[in-house]
């Protein structure tokens, strides 16, 4: 029988990482992700964890410094958001480059400029192909749950690659909200004793991130995108496990409401709760619309996506990051490029939305779901790109 607690996410997100017992944890702090280190610093000091916590001075030595343990054979984790992420950014290939295991919690925070402390997801969107896992939250309850199975994902032998865990900043990074945790004993004998591929060890050397010339930099490149694709029946059976354990079924994606649905909405994070919403009031309606939540992004479920795609006639992609293509969102592009090969493909149209924290309402997905019965009326998809809620336009 699991705790029955109330927490914001980032403490559980906090909580999760205490559990599992770091063996260092390097941290510098920005909003809105700050709390993650914070609680975790006085897990240290209380001496609930034996963890070296490792107060640095900026974010890019933050990841270094994780980079470092990992290469030592150590459990290692940090936090970050927006900005800090991207002062990450040289390190983030290195990590994965290096095949170190290493759970990042990403609280999404837009990016500069202007200068914007509030929600959006461009900060992982724009670190969707530095070679890192990313599995996105919707509530605290999977922020939670997501970065215990981080672990065991990341550390797989078939794997060893970094791991991203994201959840929408101040939506639930600091709302409570009712959640039941795991024991501290069941938590240890899921994640296991770490015992990595490979370390630095002394009396076996290795060299860890040296000069890679041409004739070895493909191979090393090929061996990351095969790790990449053999982490997905990985991030399965992980999945399954935690769900015999908890109760709480996972899977690449949520399906909702989409077994006879002709019109669909996809989106990630906290949004799905409001689309849901949504949804039911249509349904209630006789509507036949759903609403697909991805999960996991990084490998990206393509071929799942497109069975889950097949019988449906319209197709929203809610993009919470603006990638400045030209053409889309980044959740649009890989959709897309799913549904390619379908013999009947949906009609699929993109909205880039919530920017910055402005806020999107049950009415906002209630429009979008119209939106896609004039598209199934008429055939025609229209703009394909699109933006939901930009005043003046």
Known sequence: MGIRERLAGNEAVAIALRQIDLDVLPAYPITPSTDVPMYYSQYVADGKVKTEFVAVESEHSAMSACIAAAACGGRTATATSGPGLALMWELLYVASGTRVPITLAVINRAMSAPININNDHSDSMGARDTGWIQLYSENNQEAYDNHIMASRISEHKDIMLPIMVCQDGFITSHAIENIELLED????????????????????????????????????????????????????????????????KYDLFEEYKMEDAERAIIVLNSSAGTAKCACDALRAKGEKVGVIKLRVFRPFPLEELAKALSHVKAVAVMDKAECFSAIGGPVFADVRTACYDLEKRPQIINYIYGLGGRDVRLEDFTFVYNKLDEVVKTGKSGEIYRHLGVRGV
């Open 185 to 248: 004993d069941k938590v240890k004998a899921f994640i296991g004793e770490y015992k990595p591929a490979w370390s630095m060890i002394a009396g076996k050397p290795v060299s860890v991130g040296p000069l890679d010339i041409p004739q070895f930099y493909t191979e090393h490149a090929y061996q990351r995108a095969q790790a990449m694709k053999n982490s997905k029946k990985v991030i399965l059976d992980v999945f399954k496990e935690f769900g015999a354990l908890t109760g709480r």
